[in-house]
């Protein structure tokens, strides 16, 4: 079994044929197998880029939920970002949270969206209030703007989920008048 270079991963992952979200599971594995984040080794250089992904996400973040509380919430809901900041284990995460009365009236945690370096991890993450985990290396703001469709689908994923905790009625959307919802609503 032939090993690749970290160089013609990045050149293929860089090739314009090859999707966003692959050239990012490129980056992902390349960093697993090269046990490096970017250009990072040691947890310091991995902390500095992980501060660098999350200012270079936030407003993709703030914008994909500002997307969902204008929609979805009606314009009802808070948009808010927190971080980087470090857990109590010693790690460091960032949110972006979503928070609506009919969400919190039915004790659920907001629509989250989070980046994340575990203490005990090789690398950051994205994931959510309520499902998993998604590789997180951005470390330019083009990488960051194609970013953009995780982000719609961890948050459509996070609601849906919330949904599924609760019922579709913490959703406003679905409660407002069909005319509203456009085709395709069905009471």
């Known amino acids: 079994m032939t090993t690749e270079s ?4 990045d050149q293929r992952a860089a090739a314009p044929s090859v999707p966003d979200s692959v050239a990012a599971l490129l980056r992902h594995f ?7 984040h970017g250009d ?10 992980f501060h660098t992904a999350a200012r270079l996400l936030d407003p993709y973040a703030v914008q994909v939920l500002g997307e969902i509380n204008e929609h979805l919430l009606l314009g009802t809901g808070t948009v808010e970002s927190a971080g980087p900041v470090r857990d109590p284990e010693g790690g460091l995460l960032c949110d972006w949270t979503l928070s609506w009365a ?3 009236e039915s004790g659920l945690p907001p629509l989250t969206l989070r980046a994340f370096y575990g203490s005990g991890f090789h690398h950051p993450h994205l994931r959510c209030a309520t499902i998993g985990e998604w ?3 951005v470390f330019t703001e083009e990488q960051a703007a194609a970013e953009l469709p995780t982000l719609r689908a961890i948050a459509a994923a996070d609601l849906h989920n919330l949904v ?3 019922d579709y009625r913490i959703v406003p959307a679905t409660m407002a008048v069909p005319a509203r919802l456009g085709r395709g609503f069905v009471r």
């Open 164 to 166: 599924f905790l609760r």
């Open 6 to 9: 970290a160089s013609s991963v």
């Open 40 to 49: 990072a080794t040691t947890r310091e250089g991995k902390e500095a880029l």
């Open 102 to 104: 009919e969400q919190r």
């Open 30 to 36: 390349a960093d697993l197998r090269d046990l490096q």
């Open 135 to 137: 590789p997180l290396n």
